[in-house]
């Protein structure tokens, strides 16, 4: 089992910059994709950004590439986003998601989940 906690979230204007943590609890840490997730009001969660467990690429949506950037320290079992350059349309509650094995990008192949937390960009 893996229990995720993120933090970091909060009210920002436009430009801005952010970090987002996400710290995991578990032995097998190291072996878990991780992934970002979030979803704005009366939309769908959508993929962010997501971290291989072995080699630590990455990947990133085409909204948030050259913005954002995931990286993940397995000696904390914490994955990092940070957020540059922050726009209006990046507000949402930010979800951290992890699952066994290889990254993904769609959110239904994920076992574990935090509770969110909400990023506000104001213009």
């Known amino acids: 089992q893996v229990q995720l906690v993120e933090s970091g979230g909060g009210l920002v204007q436009a430009g801005d910059s952010l970090r987002l943590s996400c710290a995991a609890s578990?032995?097998?840490?190291?072996?878990?994709?991780m992934a970002w997730f979030r979803q704005a009001p009366g939309k769908e969660r959508e993929f962010v950004a997501r971290i291989t467990w072995r080699t630590g690429i990455t990947y990133y949506a085409d909204s948030v590439k050259g913005r954002f950037t995931i990286s993940r320290d397995n000696t904390k079992n914490t994955v990092y986003l940070q957020m540059d350059s922050l726009k209006p349309e990046d507000t949402a509650i930010y979800y951290c998601?992890?699952?066994?094995?290889?990254?993904?990008?769609?959110?239904?192949?994920?076992?574990?989940w935090g509770q969110g937390t909400q990023v506000t960009v104001s213009s």
């Open positions: 998601a992890a699952r066994p094995g290889y990254s993904d990008s769609y959110s239904g192949r994920y076992d574990y």
């Open positions: 578990g032995r097998t840490f190291s072996t878990y994709a």
